[in-house]
């Protein structure tokens, strides 16, 4: 009989960090996809906050902290990052398992959002896009979600299925952002 193993998405191909900069891969945590049921988003919230200390997250915001985080995914959807959500959301709101749908890496270092300005259509300056801030967005040809979870730092999630692409973009944006210093 063969024996599977799972493997992160990013295996293989991460960490690396050019200059300054890292990308590394977000350690493998529980990712549940929350919809509210019509009228029950502030029910829900009460009891997200209750259970998990975060409350469900206005739109392009993200909640919580790392082993923690509600990110919104888009409208009258968010993603619970880390806990298994507690049982009492399901009275509330529609849930679904995606931890296996998505990887999730972290760029950070001085010139993060430089890297992300050469692949993706927002601006990134700290005076708009704050820490907690969160959109659904191009990264080069890729439909990602990139939440700022520190002063340098970004949380971005790609289908599992694009993990080498992503991290190919990223490599390279990081390298063109290096030669200019």
Known sequence: MVELSAISPCE?????????LTVTEEPFVAITSISPHKSREKDLSAIMKAAHGLAFPAPGR???KAGARAIWFSQGQ???IGPEPD???GAYAALTDQ??????????????ADVLARLM???????????GHTARTELAHMLVSLTKVGDKSFQIMVFRSMARTLVHD????????????
Request: net charge positive.
């Open 12 to 20: 293989g191909l991460l960490p690396v960090t050019i200059g300054n």
């Open 62 to 64: 993200s909640t919580g």
């Open 78 to 80: 968010a993603l619970l």
């Open 87 to 89: 049982a009492g959301l």
């Open 99 to 112: 931890s296996d749908a998505w990887a999730v890496v972290r760029l950070e270092g001085a010139g993060a």
């Open 121 to 131: 259509p927002l601006d990134l300056r700290p005076s708009v896009f704050k820490r």
């Open 170 to 181: 990223l490599k390279t944006a990081m390298e063109a952002v290096a030669a200019r210093g």
